[in-house]
């Protein structure tokens, strides 16, 4: 069986619920546009991941000519909207509307750590890269080092980043059964299976749920501690000090 197009279709599945994310996301469209933006440039670390943790067909076999590919760039974009759950589902699904910070409590002692944890991914990464593992396990302890950092920094957000990385990792094994339902045989013949866990519940290798959680878990909190808002009921959505900026509409 060929797979030349698996990659393409699935990156390109992940833009459905991306759309009707945006649909619904009312006032926060422009947000979750930049989000996403900004996330398409993580499609461009793949060579890391190719071939050694996994070696995708591509369009114009560009994976395996440069290790980029155009695939990678759609499904970051997608998953960037997605994954940003306390922008996205999280505050769609429980009817949450953003309400600025106080000015006093962005000068809490925490809040000097406030660059530091947003980048600790970015930081962390490179010295976890060099260990003798696959590519696929500092990716996904960065991620999970930067949703930490993001709580200790700001403790409003646990429950949000918790939510965010159950929620997408759930949304990204769905996705993960469909490929193996639609294309059976393609993670045996495109993960670089022999150089990671044996874990594979229902036939997905447990990395993949990890970086789903990890990813999910960091990138929820990443915009409300960008921009000093925090998710609050709907009916809370009021402003706090006349400092502070007013809600976001839901």
């Known amino acids: 069986m060929t797979y030349h197009y698996v990659w393409l279709l699935w990156s390109t599945a992940f833009l459905v619920p991306w759309a009707i994310l945006f649909v619904a996301a009312g006032s926060f469209r422009r947000e979750m546009l930049r989000v ?3 996330t398409s440039l993580l499609g461009l670390t793949e060579p890391i991941f190719v071939p050694e943790y996994w070696n995708p067909p591509s369009l114009f076999e560009l994976a395996q000519r ?14 960037g909207g997605i994954g940003g ?4 589902v999280y505050r769609v699904l429980l009817r949450r509307a953003l309400r600025a910070l106080p000015v006093s409590e962005r000068h809490a002692w925490r809040h000097r750590f406030h660059r530091l944890a947003s980048a600790a991914p970015v930081l962390a990464f490179p010295p976890l890269y060099l260990l003798p593992w696959n590519p696929i396990y500092p990716a996904t302890t960065a ?24 929620l997408f990792a759930a949304l990204y094994a769905l996705f993960m059964a469909l490929l193996i339902a639609f294309a059976p045989g393609y993670i045996e013949q495109v993960w670089n299976l022999p150089a990671l866990s044996s874990i594979r519940p229902a036939g997905i290798p447990i990395e993949e749920l990890a ?9 929820a909190g990443i915009y ?16 706090d000090s006349p400092n502070a900026r007013p809600c976001e509409a839901c």
């Open 36 to 38: 996403s933006a900004l």
């Open 66 to 79: 440069t290790g980029f590919d155009i695939e990678s760039l759609i499904f970051s974009f997608a998953i």
């Open 85 to 88: 759950i306390g922008a996205g």
């Open 143 to 166: 991620l999970l080092i930067g949703g930490a950092a993001n709580v200790l920094c700001r403790p409003d957000l646990l429950h949000g980043s918790v939510t965010g990385g159950l």
């Open 211 to 219: 970086f789903g959680f990890a990813f999910g878990t960091y990138w």
């Open 224 to 239: 409300e501690h960008f921009t000093w808002t925090r998710l609050v009921p709907s009916g809370e959505c009021r402003p």
